[in-house]
Nanobody, 122 residues
Framework: QVQLVDAGGGLVQTGGSLTLSCVTS????????VAWFRQAPGKEREFVAA???????SSADSVKGRFTISRDAAKNALYLEMSKLLPEDTAVYSC????????????????WGQGTQVTVSS
């Protein structure tokens, strides 16, 4: 069983930065692909970025050049460094883990964090 706990959200002004973290207890994250998703009010959950257990990266076009996903196997942790934040980045961000390969689909991930709110003021 994998339990994910994400944290690091908050209120930031446009152009600011935040770093989200996701740590797990129980089973190690190492053989799994991990990702960040976000859900804005009234919208469906959307893919943000993913990193496979081998280190391959992918990210949504809307965050390329601004967000960086990384993982620390020793700490069993996942991070999302966000910079140049925009009001449209406001959402609840959740980490996810799975074994069905890197994917932009929520259905391909088995484990989810509880979510952390990111609010970007204009």
């Amino acid at each position: 069983q994998v339990q994910l706990v994400d944290a690091g959200g908050g209120l930031v002004q446009t152009g600011g930065s935040l770093t989200l973290s996701c740590v797990t207890s129980g089973r190690t994250l190492s053989p799994m692909d991990v990702a960040w998703f976000r859900q804005a009010p009234g919208k469906e959950r959307e893919f943000v970025a993913a990193i496979t257990w081998t280190g391959a990266l992918s990210s949504a076009d809307s965050v390329k050049g601004r967000f960086t996903i990384s993982r620390d196997a020793a700490k069993n942790a996942l991070y999302l460094e966000m910079s140049k934040l925009l009001p449209e980045d406001t959402a609840v961000y959740s980490c996810a883990a799975g074994t069905r390969g890197p994917s932009v689909l929520t259905s391909d991930y088995d484990y989810w964090g509880q979510g952390t709110q990111v609010t970007v003021s204009s």
